[in-house]
């Protein structure tokens, strides 16, 4: 068995590089060490791969096989009732909770929010006036998540929330999520501090919420209920893990999805050839939101663009018990990353994949291990659905109603926003006319 692979060396410089821009990063170690390769990173040693065969043993492998990645560096930020920090047998038993009310079954009952919501934020623009992909995105997105965890029937609080929310995810500084040492607490002013400080604000409001709810979270169907109350397998969890639970519900649930819409539109009014036949198709139907979800084009558009733009650019585990990688015995303790990044553009999947073409999605299918922007395996995004049917409804919605200009006219570039990346001018758009 040989060694591990090589790679680049230099822990800060490395580190760095993956936090700028992944993918470029990524391309150009495979292209001088290959694949797979091995990074130092400063939350530890990482073996990143692209390859499907390999990406499928991370993803098949028995649970118990990874722990989580750089859990040190993001406990203090998302705390331990996070399912993204839960392991073992804590994280399955914690999926069994949150997932049902996401399963695809239930998209029907989210449509009309998802479509009303996104109605709102694009008539509240007049024609003439700019905006980005992100400003419209987030605040369709972060209105849909926050409706589906406190209910619909929440107006003011809904407001309150969104304010919380937003100030959190202002103090999230990137640096913050790679490294344990940049979260020193200094008087109330480190950007530790000042983003605890926001999350603080947020439980207190939630706790608020749940004091006034009472007994009534028995009987109602929102996520925040439906997490607040015991179930026959586990009792009703303490009010820390819930607030942590529900955070990354929160933040998990809207950021990823913001920085697609706003990719999408970009994309499309990049290509005006798929904006016209996508135009086709929606003024063909019958413009309901659970339409939207099947409309064949308008899926293959958002499937191209997350496939063009992972927003999570690579998965990560760390191994506890022997996993083999490829030829390779990882050590436990090292990390793996199958780099979605680097498998969406594999010349060998995907024709001329530089190209932004929503037909491959029409006339092909993809293995879980050449297509991934929702992750795989036993941790495969809980939102992924949701995501899929929100992102398909929204730019339904939108483009179905309102004409509007791409005012970037030279390429946007992915850049870091936290864990996540997104467009680099947030892509800026003008309205011109209501069709
Ligand atoms: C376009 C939108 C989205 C993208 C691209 C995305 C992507 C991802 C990825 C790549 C992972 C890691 C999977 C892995 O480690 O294999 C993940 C995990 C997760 N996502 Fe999403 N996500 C999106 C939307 C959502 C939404 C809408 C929600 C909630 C409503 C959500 C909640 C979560 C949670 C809770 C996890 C942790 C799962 C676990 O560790 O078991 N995501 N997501």
């Known amino acids: 068995m040989p ?43 990482v073996v990143v791969t692209g390859k499907p065969e390999y990406v499928e043993q991370v993803f098949r492998a028995p649970p118990d096989t990874f722990r989580v990645f750089a859990r040190e560096a993001m406990l203090p930020l998302l705390g331990a009732g996070s399912l993204l920090m839960m392991e073992g047998s804590q994280h399955r038993a914690e999926r069994k909770r949150v997932a049902p009310p996401f399963h695809g079954s239930c998209m029907k009952a989210y449509g009309r929010a998802m479509q009303s919501t996104a109605q709102t934020a694009i008539n509240r623009r007049e024609e003439g006036e700019t905006f980005t992909g992100v400003q419209i995105g987030t605040e369709i997105s972060l209105d849909v998540i926050l409706q589906t965890i406190l209910g619909a029937d929440t107006g003011p609080l809904l407001a309150e929330f969104r304010k919380l929310t ?12 790679f490294s344990p040492k940049t979260q020193f607490r200094f008087f109330g002013f480190s950007p530790i501090d000042r ?6 604000k947020l439980r207190d409001q939630l706790r608020i919420e749940l004091d006034r709810r009472g007994d009534q ?4 169907d929102d996520i925040l209920s439906i997490l607040a109350r015991p179930t026959e397998e586990s009792p009703a969890p303490d009010f820390e893990d819930l607030a942590d639970s529900v955070g990354t519900l929160m933040f998990a649930g809207h950021e990823t999805t913001s920085v697609s819409i706003a990719w999408a539109l970009y994309h499309l009014h990049r290509h005006p050839v798929w904006l016209h036949r996508l ?34 650019t690579e998965v990560l585990r760390v191994v506890q018990s022997p996993f083999q990688l490829g030829a390779y015995d990882i050590p436990i303790g090292h ?27 029409l006339d092909q299918t993809y293995t879980p291990s050449q297509y991934y922007p929702f992750g795989g395996g036993t941790r ?34 992915p850049v870091r926003r936290n864990i996540t990346m997104g467009p680099s001018t947030g892509v800026r758009l003008r309205v011109r006319s209501r069709r």
Not at 4 to 29: I, Q
Not at 32 to 40: E, M
Not at 384 to 396: N, Q
């Open 166 to 177: 937003r100030e959190v995810l202002s103090r999230s500084w990137p640096i913050l999520f």
């Open 380 to 413: 495969r995004c809980v939102g992924a659905a949701f995501a899929s049917y929100e992102l398909a409804i929204v730019l339904g919605t939108i483009l179905q109603s309102h004409e509007l200009d791409l005012l970037d006219q030279k390429e946007v570039v």
């Open 195 to 200: 983003l605890k400080h926001a999350q603080q």
């Open 279 to 312: 135009r086709d198709e929606l003024d063909a139907s019958d413009q309901q939101p659970d339409t939207y979800a099947t409309m064949p084009l308008l899926k293959a558009v958002v499937q191209e663009t997350l496939r063009l733009n992972p927003i999570v």
């Open 3 to 45: 060694d591990l692979p090589n790679g680049p060396k230099g822990k800060f410089r490395s580190t760095l590089a993956v936090v700028r821009n992944p993918r470029e990063f990524f391309v150009r170690s495979v292209s001088s060490y290959g694949d797979p390769f091995l990074l130092s990173a400063m939350n530890g040693p």
């Open 335 to 361: 990390a793996v990353a199958a780099a979605s990044c680097l498998t969406h553009y594999d010349p060998d999947i995907y024709e001329a994949p530089n190209d932004f073409n929503p037909e491959r999605f």
């Open 217 to 220: 979270i028995n009987e109602r």
